[in-house]
């Protein structure tokens, strides 16, 4: 069996139109150049996971131009959304990417959660989902499974995000461990590379499509790192290979001191 390539784009942050910026970086702008990275990286083909915060306030239009670029750019995406995004409006408007809660592919398959909740900046798993998983996870017992969700469920190092992570983590994690096919976690949220591990399992953020967060500050703080994306390879025995790219020629500079998230 071959191996199945990924690439996670996260936190695009788009608006209602091509000059919608955020902390000083034309968003569009910023994704658009991820997406050109990622086809210079000979990455062009492969199954793009957009993990949330695709919209800057989940304006409509802001999925319509998002549905044009990846029609534009020839690409096959799933999404879930994020604390920004509301799942109803993406879901109209993002009219050739209908939402898949499961793609299965090859030996594996990838499972997408909403860990958003309505005008709160955190994360929780409601129980419906959560008995979706198990559910999920039980039919898909002879496949391996990458998760996928915008929150993390850990630290990774910032107080303020930290603050915001996935309010019922335990109770998933605790479904997670159940079958042992679910080989590792993909967040959004945290505009920041992160590669650690939720107990047994590894856990990898991306950085954003536009601007990141600073890591190990303890309040909201930009950085001044470029774009970036995370590539995943999930080989046919189960084990995951996965890095970030950040792009190397991006012009525009984010404003670190006049944003606000
Ligand atoms: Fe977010």
């Not at 784009?9 to 569009?28: A, C, F, N, Q, Y």
């Not at 062009?44 to 549905?67: S, W």
């Not at 995004?85 to 050739?96: K, S």
């Not at 399992?201 to 001044?224: E, G, M, N, R, T």
Request: with cysteine; net charge negative.
């Amino acid at each position: 069996m071959t191996v199945v390539r990924l690439t996670q784009i996260t936190d695009l942050h788009l608006g209602p139109d091509s000059d919608s910026m955020l902390g000083g970086v034309r968003t569009l702008e910023s994704f658009q150049a991820v997406l050109r990275a990622v086809e210079q990286n000979g990455r062009g083909t492969d199954l793009l996971l957009l993990t949330g915060d695709l919209a800057g306030d989940c304006e409509p239009q802001a999925y319509q131009l998002l549905n044009r670029t990846l029609g534009e750019h020839n690409k096959q995406a799933i999404w879930l959304p994020g604390n920004h995004d509301n799942v109803d409006i993406m879901a109209a408007n993002l009219v050739d990417y209908p939402r898949v809660q499961i793609q299965e592919m090859g030996d594996w398959a990838i499972l997408t959660l909403d860990s958003s909740q309505p005008h709160k900046p955190g994360g929780h798993i409601a129980d419906e989902q959560l008995a979706q998983v198990e559910q999920n996870l039980h039919r898909l017992r002879d496949k391996f499974v990458l998760l996928a969700m915008h929150h993390s469920p850990v630290d990774v190092g910032c107080a303020w995000l930290d603050l915001q992570q996935i309010d019922n983590q335990h109770q998933l994690h605790q479904l997670l461990l159940a079958h042992g096919n679910v080989k590792a976690v993909i967040t959004g949220h945290v505009h920041q590379q992160f590669d650690g591990s939720w107990g047994e399992l590894p856990i990898y953020s991306a950085p954003s499509s536009c601007v990141q967060f600073k890591p190990h500050s303890h309040d909201f703080a930009l950085s001044d790192q470029p774009p970036g994306y995370r590539w995943l390879d999930l080989h046919p025995e189960g084990t995951v290979k996965t890095g970030v790219e950040f792009l190397q020629d991006f012009a525009q500079i984010p404003d670190l001191n006049g944003a606000n998230y």
